[in-house]
Every structure is written in structure tokens, then in C-alpha cells.
């Protein structure tokens, strides 16, 4: 006699593409933020994650090794050695999907055929041909799982104990990696940021500067500059206190960012100074977008009392043998101009004279 429907063994649920999707971990909102963290996603290769998956795929005598990075709907790979260009796949697709929900242990997989899970996926079936996987887990210090570093082989195969603590060592020290780069990078940023206002900083501006230089000599286009001034910001700081004068600082940042775009580069230039570099912008787009600035400014509520700021423009078509502090000497000019004329306008650059 037939089986009655409560009987029969439930069939796995597949995706659009035959294979059989990992469930999500239960924390996979606090799983993505803790990768995101590290802003690693879409990067071009690196030596220090290259060599991790040579060294995968040498311990294990795997054709395939790979350092992987979970996202929210793809497997990315961070290092790939024996798939050529391939740089992604769909999480449903991913046995490291399988592995981070398991994130103590190494997943292995020892034939991929014989399990339900991965029988019927295209990785399986087609190219490349997945009959056995491990996977160590890629675990944070803050105990998220983001990934895995992983070998795979096309013959069904299993790991000895000692290939099994050598690719959770390599999990460590990709993880290792990824803290290291994130250090990195927050030290750079730091370096480059204005602790007051969050702006750039004169070291920022002057790198920023120069490659624009360069990069618009090459492509024989325009770049502006706005030099800003914070009118009688002096005699703000003696009559309400220099905390009065940060806060008001920090606001005149904001302000004026608002209305610029998101190509455009403000920085503090020092004491009550802005400036700003306009890629791909002549002078009369310059004087635009400095009104714009000055408008900012001046229509804002004021919790103390109202400021303004003088702005000084110019432009040019740079050349690569030429210098883009000239940039700054011009704008700079054009500051004094608009301060020697009353403050609260804008005046650009024409000539020395």
C-alpha cells in the first residue's frame, strides 16, 4: 500500500536553481554588519590572501583553495586559486553558506554527490565539478561568521586530522588579515581627518590636490577651487568662548557640504579655512557652486549668532608640468578680494593686478 503524504521523507527545498540553500544564521543582520565592517567586499586581489589559499591548496592537495566572504546574496571570493577569473557565485549555490552556519568546526563535504543537500547543484553537476569540500570558518573576534577559507576536489576524498587543524590555522590567520587591514585603513583615515570637524585635513587636501591636478592634465579638463572664510570668526571666539567657536565651526562644515557633490572634496584647511577641489569644473561652475556655499551659510539658523563666510574662486586647465599650489595662490586671492570688499560674497580670481 502507497505511503499516505505524512509518511513520505520530505524532500529538501531547492532554489531556482536545483540546489539546496542554506538557511540563514540566526543573527544574519549582526553577521553582515560585522563584514561590512571590514569594507573589504569587491577589493582587488592581495598578496597576504593569495598565498593563504596557495597554502590551502598545497596542505590539502586541492586543486581548488579559496578565501571566501558570505554576503548577503553571493559567495565572493577575496582569493581563488585553481577557478581562474571567477570572483563570485550565488549564495544558494555556496557550500560555505553550509559551513558559517557551523562556524566551531571545519564543514566537510566528501562526496557531493551522495549528499542531498549539494546533489543537484549546478557546481556539482557542471563546472567545476565539486565532489569534495572543507570549508574553515572565518570566525571575527566578535564571533561572526563571514566566510570560510576553503579547498574543494573533483573525486570524493576526506581530510586527514593534521590537513583539518592546518586550514583552521589558515582561517585564523585570514582573519588575522582582515583585522590588520581594517587597522590600517582606520589609521589612514585618521591621519587624513580633521579631529574637529570630521572634514578632510590639510594633509588629505594636499594628496587629494595633486592627483586631481594630474588626473585633469591628462584628460585636458577644468578644476576649480573655493578657498572659504568664516567672517569675523575672531571676534566670534573672544565674545562666546572657543566651545561656542568649535560647535559653530562644526556647523559651517555642514553647510557647506550640503549643497556641493558628492565628487566634490572639502577640507579644513586651517583655523576658520575651507577648501574645496571641483573636479571637472570651469570657473563659472566654480562661482556657481561657491554661491551655493555662501547661501548655505547664511540662511542657516544660528543657535548663537549668525555667520557667514568670504569665498574666494578659481580655475584652471592644469598641465603636468605645472604646479596646482599656483591653484591655490589664485583662490587664495580672490578670498582676500571678497574680504576687502565687506565679506558674506564671492569674488573670482581674474588677475594679479
Known sequence: MPSSPSELPEEPDRGTSGAVPAALPQNEFARLDSLRRYGILDTPPEQAFDDIAMIASALCDAPIAMVTLVDAERQWFKANRGLGDLRETPRELAFCSHAILEPDRVFEVNDALNDPRFATNPLVLGA????????????????????????????????????????????????????????????????????????????????????EWNRHARAEASVGLLMVDVDRFK???????????????????????????????????????????????????????????????????????????????????????????????????????????????????????
Not at 569644473?281 to 557667514?308: D, F, I, K, N
Open 235 to 353: 571676534a566670534f571666539n573672544d565674545q562666546h568662548g572657543h566651545q561656542a567657536g568649535d560647535q559653530a565651526l562644526i556647523e559651517v562644515v555642514r553647510r557647506a557640504q550640503a549643497p556641493l557633490r558628492a565628487i566634490d572634496f572639502l577640507a579644513r584647511f586651517g583655523g576658520e579655512e575651507l577648501v574645496v577641489i571641483l573636479p571637472n569644473t570651469p570657473l563659472v561652475g566654480a562661482a556657481e557652486a561657491a554661491e551655493r556655499v555662501r547661501q548655505a551659510v547664511e540662511r542657516a539658523t544660528w543657535s548663537v549668532q549668525p555667520l557667514t563666510v568670504s569665498i574666494g574662486v578659481a580655475a584652471d586647465e592644469p598641465r603636468l608640468d605645472s604646479d596646482p599650489r599656483a591653484l591655490i595662490a589664485r583662490a587664495d586671492r580672490a578670498l582676500y578680494e571678497a574680504k576687502a570688499r565687506g565679506r558674506n560674497r564671492v569674488c573670482v580670481f581674474e588677475r594679479w593686478t
Open 128 to 211: 567545476p565539478g565539486i565532489r569534495f569540500y572543507a570549508g574553515a570558518p572565518l570566525v571575527a573576534p566578535d564571533g561572526m561568521p563571514l566566510g570560510t577559507v576553503c579547498v574543494v576536489d573533483r573525486r570524493p576524498r576526506q581530510l586527514c586530522e593534521r590537513e583539518r587543524q592546518g586550514l583552521a590555522s589558515l582561517a585564523r590567520q585570514a582573519v588575522a588579515q582582515l583585522e590588520l587591514r581594517h587597522i590600517v585603513a582606520d589609521l589612514t583615515v585618521q591621519s587624513t581627518t580633521d579631529v574637529l570637524t570630521g572634514a578632510w585635513n590639510r594633509r588629505a587636501f594636499d594628496h587629494r590636490l595633486r592627483q
